[in-house]
């Protein structure tokens, strides 16, 4: 073998590299020299020649994986050993010597092992998030210390596992939804959904409906819930007149192990429909029908009630405001309805031509976007003035007396204000002159007044104001018995800041400035 590598000059005695030198393969050489003259005899001497091989860094350093976990799972500890691997470099010294490192930008690190040139890849940062880093590549790099360094790269391909650690989550909580009444029984009436961060089975969700206690266990029976898809079922028709609104909760869970779940307050509001005709209430005949007789005297007034058809409707909204009209009349001269009161009242005076008996029918609409209607029949009777006395007596005593009553205690406060305001009056007179000489009661402009309801004189006493205050008629304007026109509003005596005092007399608003005031109201002038 060695004559493979080195040659000799059997002349000159040198010796000379002729096959490859390897300091890998061997790295020191011992040759046996044996030297003879040429005389006679031939005397010869031997000796050994001792070839050291130095060492070229000619060998890259070699990474080899002993063992490697290709998925790592995302909830493992810090430390867990993903990979072990051994990396070696055939040359000697320096050039033999390897420094490895990973790439920065994974949550791994190298360590090395007790064992020489071994080192095994620990976890250094937690993997909480699958979600967001599924897969790492981990790239090592081994350079040894020769001249120049030679260096080595292998990349490990690391997946992290999933662990279930989301839980289903619902966009929005709580979760309202509208459902219009009348919806057919076991038609799908809304859908939930929520989704999971996780993989696969840790996000498979399903559903279904809460049954604790505190949601609403009766309607949560009438409800179905498709456990796919999250799709919810009523398996009856609601009535938005019944039921306004409900509330339940579904529970989302996913398919890990163990599995987490979470779940959603749901709010469904029933919405309205014009599913209810209007209902008369009044008149009503003793079989049911919406008919009545009214009775009156022959010699009422223009403007007499005769009678006011009350009805009422379920629906709310359009879909129960209510609009009265006449459908059918006799004589369109005699009697006229207000939309919406439905009260009847006399156009004119009726005269000895007018007929007894009068037929009005009347029609009672809601506003629904198809509207449902009832109609009413009343009819009146004119009766000669004594009999009508006598009918009433016997007839809706009740209403007259109500309506009288009403009338009587009215007349019993206007009487009283009136009373207090003749007193206040002449108190304040017998103040006024009891007091100053040097003016007498000072009326003052009418200031920032708007409105035709009222009108006010204000007077100056020492250093008060007063202000008194009544309705003033426009031309063509009625105070209708009954309606708010007539108050009696008794301020704060005294008031010391500057701010104006608003009143309300009727529907005029009236500022007034410090000072105590007064007002007082009347019926008519
Ligand atoms: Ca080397
Ligand atoms: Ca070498
Ligand atoms: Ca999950
Ligand atoms: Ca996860
Ligand atoms: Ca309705
Ligand atoms: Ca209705």
Redesign the pocket.
């Known amino acids: 073998m060695l004559y493979e590598v080195f040659s000799l000059n059997t002349i000159t005695g040198e010796i000379r590299i002729k096959g490859e030198i390897d300091?890998?393969k061997a790295d020191v050489y011992k040759l046996d020299v044996h030297a003879t003259d040429k005389g006679q005899p031939p005397m010869s001497t031997d000796c050994r020649v001792i070839i050291k091989v130095l060492?070229?860094?000619?060998?890259k350093p070699k990474i080899e994986v002993t063992s490697l976990s290709k998925t790592v799972s995302e909830s493992s500890k810090l430390g867990t050993v993903v990979s072990l691997i051994s990396i070696t470099d055939?040359?000697a010294g320096l050039?033999g010597k390897v420094i490895c490192s990973l790439s920065d930008d994974v949550p791994f690190d190298l360590k090395p092992s007790f064992q020489d040139n071994m080192y095994s890849i620990v976890l250094k940062q937690h993997l909480d998030h699958r979600e967001l880093v599924s897969h790492y590549d981990v790239k090592i790099t081994a350079t040894d210390c020769g001249q120049p360094p030679l260096s080595t790269f292998k990349t490990l391909s690391i997946d992290v596992a999933d662990v279930n650690d989301n839980r289903p989550q619902f966009l929005h909580n709580p979760m309202e939804f509208y459902l219009v009444e009348n919806n057919v029984p076991g038609n799908s009436i809304l859908s939930v959904s929520a989704s999971d961060k996780d993989f696969n089975e840790n996000a498979a969700l399903t559903y279904h409906i809460g049954r604790e206690e505190q949601t609403n266990q009766k309607m949560t029976a009438f409800l179905n819930i498709n456990s796919d898809n999250g799709q919810i079922s009523a398996l009856k028709s609601f009535d938005f007149e019944t039921l306004k609104t409900f509330q339940f909760k579904v529970v989302a869970t996913d398919s890990g192990t163990p599995p987490l779940s979470s779940n959603v307050t749901v709010n469904v509001f029933i919405l309205d429909q014009n599913d209810n005709a209007p209902v008369i209430m009044y008149p009503l005949s003793s079989n049911g029908s919406a008919e009545g007789v009214e009775e009156i005297p022959r010699n009422v007034n223009a403007g007499h009630l005769v009678t006011k058809v009350r009805a009422y409707d379920a629906d709310i909204g359009y879909n129960g405001w209510l609009l009265f009209s006449l459908q059918e009349v006799t004589d369109h001269s005699l009697f006229g309805l207000d939309r919406y009161t439905g009260q009847i009242r006399t156009l004119r005076s009726f005269t000895e031509t007018d007929e007894a008996e009068h037929k009005l029918v009347i029609m009672v609409k809601d506003n629904g976007n198809v509207s449902l209607s009832a109609t009413a029949t009343v009819i009146v009777k004119l009766v000669e003035p004594k009999e009508a006395f006598a009918a009433s007596d016997v007839k809706s005593a009740t209403k007259v007396v109500e309506e009288d009553n009403v009338t009587f205690y009215l007349m019993i406060t206007l009487g009283a204000v009136s009373v207090l305001f003749l007193v206040s009056i002449i108190v304040l007179i017998a103040m006024q002159c009891s007091k100053s000489t040097d003016y007498t009661t000072k009326y003052l402009q009418e200031t920032n007044y708007d409105g035709t309801l009222c009108h006010s004189i204000q007077y100056r006493s020492g250093d008060k104001r007063y202000m008194l205050v009544g309705p003033r008629m426009s031309i063509g304007s009625t105070i209708m018995p009954g309606s708010h026109a007539n108050t009696l509003v008794l301020p704060d005596r005294r008031r010391t800041s500057e701010e104006g005092l608003l009143c309300c007399v009727g529907i005029g608003v009236l500022p007034l400035q410090e000072g105590s005031s007064f007002e007082m109201p009347h019926t008519g002038e």
């Open positions: 300091f890998e060492d070229k860094n000619d060998n055939q040359d050039n």
